[in-house]
């Protein structure tokens, strides 16, 4: 015969700890790791699910978000904004309907903090792979100080103008390296010094 005398109590699975580059509420400075849903890059994410997670360069470049996959289930939400909280400028919002973007996702060069903040919801069903991609850092380059002429020049009709961008000057070292014109006629031009005839009337 056999008698029972005890009994045996299984400890309750708990979730893994979410890895750095997994989407969890927090953040992390790094120029280097593969982000992806809180399901890593094998398991689907979870239902009713409400992380903000903020990544921040380590090194005082910006942080670049680039996108590989992605899928979301219907009624789930991916929000990239542009700094490091919730109330910076939106620059990405996914859905279930949303193509792979095919361009970085990248901090602009106005932000100070060159962080990008991910916010993700999830309702109580239907949920999608969720996405994969790489975080990198870049370095922005500043735009140069063009030298313009102000007000109204009128000339004739068929008459050249020079344009000369020489007192252009650059904001980083290294200086200006290529000049591009716009006459705004439809014909372009490059270089520092250029002439161009106007054909027609009208302000340019």
Not at 61 to 75: A, D, M, P, Q, Y
């Amino acid at each position: 015969d056999y008698t029972n005398t005890g009994y045996y109590l299984e400890t309750p699975s708990q979730p893994p700890t979410p890895g750095p580059c997994e989407m969890q509420n927090g953040s992390i400075s790094t120029c280097d790791c593969e982000f992806t849903d809180s399901g890593g890059d094998t398991g689907s994410y979870s239902s009713n699910e409400d992380y903000t997670y903020t990544i921040c360069p380590d090194d005082g470049t910006k942080v670049r978000f680039t996108f590989s996959e992605l899928n979301l289930g219907t009624g789930d939400t991916l929000y990239i904004f542009d700094g490091d909280n919730a109330s910076a400028p939106i620059l990405y919002q996914a859905n279930s309907t949303s193509p792979l973007p095919s361009y970085d996702i990248d901090a602009s060069s106005s932000n100070s903090s060159g962080c990008l903040t991910f916010v993700f919801t999830s309702d109580g069903s239907d949920q999608g792979i969720g996405w994969l991609g790489d975080i990198s850092c870049f370095t922005t380059c500043s735009d140069p100080v063009a030298n313009e002429s102000s007000g109204v020049i009128k000339i004739c009709n068929n008459a050249q103008v020079t344009l000369d961008a020489s007192s252009s000057v650059a904001n980083a070292a290294g200086g200006i390296d290529t000049y591009n014109w716009d006459f705004g006629d439809g014909s372009t031009g490059t270089g520092v010094t250029v002439s161009h005839t106007y054909t027609e009337p009208g302000r340019f």
